[in-house]
T-cell receptor, first 113, second 115 residues
Framework: GDSVTQMEGPVTLSEEAFLTINCTYT??????LFWYVQYPGEGLQLLLKATKADDKGSNKGFEATYRKETTSFHLEKGSVQVSDSAVYFC????????????FGKGTRLHILP | DAGVIQSPRHEVTEMGQEVTLRCKPI?????LFWYRQTMMRGLELLIYFNNNVPIDDSGMPEDRFSAKMPNASFSTLKIQPSEPRDSAVYFC?????????????FGQGTRLTVV
């Protein structure tokens, strides 16, 4: 079945460091891909998305490119801030599976000042 | 739109009691998801409705858990009887499967504590 695998955390970085959180997926169809962010005590919020191969999603300085050849959707940010500390979830929505949304296990990110 | 609305935000109950969690999805969305989040197990999909019909309930842990969606604007998740290991944050999310924007929108969650 469909699945999403993302790097385990926690990831700890200093402010202004470069961030990469890896995400790979398996799907029978051509899914849409998402990154969600969860701040402490809150629900998940959509951070960015890409709906087809080679699309780049971006928001708040974060970027991720839909790579069909490597079935990946890695999240990157050039210079992280303390306020980026949160849990990040990679997810997919597969139209061949009734658009059921499947999440990875999440990666906790700590940014040190 | 007010977004996905869940109630209550917090629930503390004694073991053995019935618990009902409620969710109002975003108007016009035709898919609804119930998730459970714990430190140990992360985010787990419990059940998924599409057009008010349960499509996949394979994540429902036991017969003690049941979910309904009587109409497009309301869903409930019921635990009867509740147990301490059910303590978690339960999220409801909704999405639209029409068009390209299929992302899920989450409610604020219900933090359930069973003592």
């Amino acid at each position: 079945g469909d699945s999403v695998t993302q790097m385990e955390g926690p990831v700890t970085l200093s402010e202004e460091a470069f961030l990469t959180i890896n995400c790979t997926y398996t799907a029978t169809g051509y899914p849409s891909l998402f990154w969600y962010v969860q701040y402490p005590g809150e629900g998940l919020q959509l951070l960015l998305k890409a709906t087809k191969a080679d699309d780049k999603g971006s928001n708040k300085g974060f970027e991720a490119t839909y790579r069909k050849e490597t079935t990946s959707f890695h999240l990157e940010k050039g210079s992280v801030q303390v306020s980026d500390s949160a849990v990040y979830f990679c997810a997919l929505s597969d139209p061949t599976r009734d658009d059921k949304i499947i999440f990875g296990k999440g990666t906790r990110l700590h940014i040190l000042p | 739109d007010a977004g996905v609305i869940q109630s209550p935000r917090h629930e503390v109950t004694e073991m053995g009691q019935e618990v009902t969690l409620r969710c109002k999805p975003i108007s016009g969305h035709n898919s609804l998801f119930w998730y459970r989040q714990t430190m140990m197990r992360g985010l787990e999909l419990l059940i998924y409705f599409n057009n008010n019909v349960p499509i996949d309930d394979s994540g429902m842990p036991e017969d003690r858990f049941s979910a309904k969606m009587p109409n497009a604007s309301f869903s409930t998740l019921k635990i009867q009887p509740s147990e301490p290991r059910d303590s978690a944050v339960y999220f409801c999310a909704s999405s639209s499967t029409r068009g390209w924007n299929t992302e899920a929108f989450f409610g604020q969650g219900t933090r359930l504590t069973v003592v």
